[in-house]
């Protein structure tokens, strides 16, 4: 179902949509058509400092105005992944000038095709000058670079996203180095995980219902956490990812926004979230258990963030794990966001 978290603590699962990667405490073309190219193999991409990542678009289609999805062999993937870009007005290849990109980062047991899907993203960005990246990251894939017990290697979805996306954007899209990033439910994880592993790449970082404490209640020697993948990815051990969470305690840490949160100092910072409950824009007729838990995570975060000193804007609300309520969050973040690029 679309928008679900990744992690889980091990109880009976609770379907709904945007179900995510949770503690176990829970029960848990025509205007495009002279702007986008014929579809065609670019060069292996470049980083800033001009390292070659080896990564490459194999393949672009207009798949609606402004809209294009890329193919791209990503050697950090061993694979072929995808990511959907909403071109700016005014955008060209040969444009004499570049544009700023906003990342939105979909939730668990969902796809790159999320935010279009679900959500009025196409027409909120008409107006702005902005390339809005929305990268495939995995239904479990929570954002990071799996340990695969100890061996690393694919997936490595932060690389993919880090490291080997940015270079194809700025190389090949005209995108320049101003960057923001917001995600639902595991996306949220990742916005927050990757702005404050990368310090300096974003300019502002936005979580709407996201795990962004990834051991909030955790007692060493708990052995009821696992999570995501068992879920997500049927016959998938959960450990690949960040390993136990004793026995690579680092790790995790290490994964762990609300760990990080000194790091997200001078990021503009927005955590939004329900209590679980039905809201002005629907829900279910009782409490969801996985937007409670996100609630109790969101504020976690937010407490950490501010005695730290770091100024975060928080938005708690009565609603739930689901669609309508991250348009919302995401209307309601977008002037902050915009601001940080200097977009608006």
């Known amino acids: 179902m679309p928008g679900r978290p990744a992690l889980l603590r091990r109880s009976t699962p609770v379907a709904g949509p945007g179900f995510l990667a949770l503690p176990l405490a829970l029960v848990l073309a025509a205007a495009l058509a002279t702007a986008v ?12 400092t001009g390292t070659l990542t080896g990564a490459k678009v194999i393949a672009e289609k207009a798949v609606a105005p402004r809209t294009i999805d890329l193919t791209v062999q990503s050697p950090a993937m061993g694979a072929q992944e995808k990511v959907r870009l909403l071109l700016p007005p005014g955008w060209s290849r040969t444009a004499d000038r570049r544009w700023p990109t906003l990342w939105l980062l ?41 340990w695969n017990y100890g061996k690393g290697g694919s997936p490595e979805w932060e690389t993919f996203h880090m490291k080997e996306l940015p270079a194809i954007l700025e190389n090949g899209y005209r995108a320049n180095g101003r960057r923001v990033i917001a995600g639902n439910s595991m996306g949220g994880l990742g916005a927050m995980l990757y702005a404050a592993r990368f310090p300096g790449m974003f300019a502002a ?24 993948p068992s879920f997500s990815c049927p016959g998938t051990d959960w450990r690949r990812v960040w390993g136990e969470p004793d026995a690579q305690a680092a790790i995790w840490h290490a994964h762990n926004p609300a760990d990080l949160a000194s790091r997200l100092a001078g990021v503009r910072l927005y955590v939004a979230s329900g209590n ?25 975060f937010a407490d950490r963030l501010d005695a730290l000193g770091i100024p975060v ?3 708690f609300f009565d609603g739930q794990h689901s669609w309508p309520y991250w348009q919302r969050d995401l209307h309601d973040a977008y002037p902050m966001l915009m601001r940080a690029l200097d977009a608006s």
């Open 37 to 48: 190219p014929t579809a065609r193999p670019a060069a292996a991409a470049t980083t800033a």
């Open 106 to 146: 979909h939730g668990g047991v969902d796809g790159y095709t999320a935010w279009t899907r679900d959500t009025d993203v196409a027409e909120l960005t008409a107006h702005s000058p902005v390339i809005v990246v929305m990268p495939e990251g995995g239904s479990c894939g929570n954002y990071s670079d799996w």
């Open 205 to 228: 970082a936005a979580a709407f219902s996201g795990y962004v404490d990834t051991l909030h209640g955790y007692k060493p020697g708990d052995d009821s956490i696992g999570w995501g």
């Open 276 to 300: 679980g409950k039905a809201g002005s824009l629907g829900g279910l007729p009782f409490t969801d258990p996985v937007e409670a838990a996100a609630n109790d995570v969101s504020h976690a």
């Open 313 to 315: 804007t928080t938005r």
